[in-house]
């Protein structure tokens, strides 16, 4: 603006003035529909103060990898650093909360860890520069990558993407793919009509309850959920599961073991460690787990988990040990929380997260 | 958007603008509002010192000892048509000594260093010396993909005004035959004009030329912020000293390699999302954020950002486990004897309308480079710790590598086209 201005100042010999600038910055106010927060939320996950759809704007596929643009009303969400989060407001200007959902298209595997840039053109200028989304969980749409962004109004949007690779250790028949970086483009007409047609639900009589909402029927018919397989249905042997309280913050952990899968260095026994989100089985990414084994009384194995995306397994945590024994007590320390922005109602769980000890 | 202090644009963002655009009508403009009162430079422009990046002699320095880089910056490539012949070796020798002449070599003068990329060595039979490490540019982390520059030659012209950068760039492109009372030469023919990139760096230059994509309309740039990310840099113990970055040995002895990433900011989570605690842990270390060590922009840290004095290069694994690591807390990890191995001459810019960062370092050998950028992307860390790949990883979530490029600073004595085997 200041450079527009400065070319009408020298072509006016140097007579600088200020006049005719001031339109140029109106912005128009953002949709906002957002309801006061739920009093005395829960330090677990809870039903939120209500659930909006969201509008696909296109699929694209790019190698191995699928990727679905969508999006919704601009919303509140949180940010977490360390044990730390932070509410983040809907800024003047915001008009959609912009998602990007990528999932391996031969094993249906969403991919919860990578890098996501996107640039957004509308006629040719550049309306979002090199945003990076964040990773995100949200009850109804599942694990995605997303962040609120200011739109241009009505039209049509190029949107570039650069995605990957993926950072997470990949193992099974997942080993030794998405190891490229993709660039898929989408095309997406905008509407605020069309936006306004999406559905928003005040959860008025059930908010604040210990429940969650379930994944939006989009979510399997137009992309895989996200969701992890019931514990019973976990490849190997499932040794035992950490149900919900309040020393684990809400997550649940089931654990399996099964021989190590192609892409996970080392002999003996994987071990395998499903954290989880109660209610949908999201998977909990970002997590810095440790694992002490033991048995009687005496330390097998002591070390980190490693994240790792298994097309069966889903995102979870392991480590090879030299074997599991019925009877071995495991323990988890939770040395870092998810670091995964959170849509409301997740927020509060998955913070302050205890030890969890279970006899395998 | 700020109406301006004096009913007019301020004076130093009119200079930014000027620089942006560039141009005899853009330099005349820049003139009449700095008014530049300058000697001359010296009449023998050989008693300049031999290595062209000596400039730290000719900063000024704060109060804390740390050098203060000029405010306005050119970076202006060029491309060389067939082999160098010596009638334009002497024509480039004559320009930058003409212009050499028109001001003194200072910061509120002229600084500039002329290099060359691996593009222009590449049209000689000969190789450079093995003294010479002048790697090819290229991606340096798996989720960047920059544009590789393929520009011959990189001039670097600096000063604290607008109007000396601008007029010695009009000269060398022959669009000026006098600057500052001096009589002054323009580059040969042969050498065709390719790009510029431009830029600033200092107090209350950064606020004032906010209004750029990747910067939200919220104004949110600290008014006496060096940086657009609110932050100080160029700590005197953060930066190599030209010694270490100086090539020792062979013909090209004095010279030294510089590196040059063109790097996007969006920093529109930056301001708007994350909160200061998460600021300073993501630009310095957890540990400064959780001791509260950095007060405004960082200017009471001195000559140092105190990495070492907080542990931290040695505990960027433990942070990363709990979740959040620095940008300089990684980067100290890229020390030789103590020492870093990069000296930073970076500048932030409007360039194409969007909040970017010319990120211009000299080291002694590319491989330098190469090493601090890996100790810097923290993949090992992402690998083993919560952190993400961007997220929680330093400053990596708000940047994006656009353009690189790789130059070999000659000493002064083969400035001028050289070939790889002086004699």
Known sequence: ?360 | MNPSRDGGISRRAFVKAAVAIGGTAALSACMGREQPTLPTGPDDPASLPDRQHAWNDSLRTDDHGNDVPPRHHVFAQFDYEGTPTPSAREAVESALRSVERAYPHSHEGLLLTVGYSPAYFDRFDADLPDSVDLLAPQALAPFEDPALDTADVGVHIASDYGSVVLGVEEALRGERDELNGVSVSAFPDSLSHTERRTGFIGEGLPAENQDVGGIPDSEPVPEDAPLYMGFESGFAKSQASEDSVTITDGPFAGGTTQQVSKIRLNLQQWYEQDDRFHRVATMFCPAHAEEGTVEGTGENLGDSNQMEAHGCPAHASDDADSGVVGHAQKSARAREDGEPLILRRDFDSTDDDQATVHFLSLQEQISDFVTTRSMMNGTDLAEEGAVGQRTNNGILQYMTVVRRGNYFVPPRAHRALPEPDPT
Request: aromatic share 8%; hydrophobic share 35%; with cysteine.
């Open chain 1, 1 to 360: 603006m200041r450079r527009r201005r400065f070319l009408a100042a020298t072509g006016a010999a140097l007579s600088l003035s200020t006049a005719g600038c001031l339109g140029l910055f109106e912005t128009e106010t953002a949709t906002t529909r957002a309801p006061p927060l739920v009093e005395d939320r829960p330090d677990a996950v809870y039903v939120p103060s209500h659930i909006e759809g969201m509008e696909m704007a296109g699929t694209a596929t790019s190698g191995r990898y699928t990727f679905a643009l969508s999006y919704s009303f601009p919303h509140r969400f949180w940010l977490i650093t360390g044990d730390r989060t932070r509410q983040v407001e809907i800024q003047d200007g915001q008009t959609v909360h912009l998602m990007l959902t990528a999932w391996d298209a031969e094993t249906d595997t969403v991919i919860p860890s990578s890098s996501a840039n996107v640039t957004l053109t509308k006629d040719g200028e550049t309306v979002v520069s090199n945003k990076k989304l964040w990773s995100m969980l949200s009850q109804n749409m599942g694990v995605h990558f997303g962040d609120n962004v200011a739109l241009d109004g009505d039209g049509t949007y190029e949107a570039e993407v650069s995605f990957g690779p993926v950072e997470t250790r990949l193992a099974g028949a997942l080993a030794g793919s998405l190891a490229d970086r993709a660039t898929p483009t989408f095309t997406m007409e905008f509407t605020q009509a069309q936006l306004d047609e999406v559905s928003y639900e005040r959860l008025s009589d059930r908010q604040g309850e210990r429940d969650a909402e379930s994944p939006m029927g989009m979510m399997n018919e137009m992309m895989p959920s996200g969701q992890l397989p019931p514990a019973a249905q976990l490849p190997g042997t499932v040794r035992g599961e950490a149900r919900s309280d309040d020393a684990t913050g809400d997550g649940h952990f089931v654990v399996t073991t099964l021989a190590p899968p192609a892409g996970v260095d080392g002999e003996g026994t994987y071990l395998a460690v499903s954290a989880r989100t109660p209610y949908n089985r999201y998977p909990l990414p970002f997590m810095s787990l440790a694992a002490t084994l033991s048995r009687g009384g005496e330390t097998v194995y002591s070390g980190d988990l490693t994240d790792t995306l298994h097309p069966e397994l889903g995102y979870h945590y392991g480590a090879v040990v030299d074997a599991v024994e019925s009877g071995d007590t495991l323990e988890l320390a939770v040395e870092a929380p998810p670091q995964i922005a959170r849509h409301e109602g997740y927020e509060t769980a998955f913070v302050g997260m205890g030890p969890v000890s279970l006899t395998l």
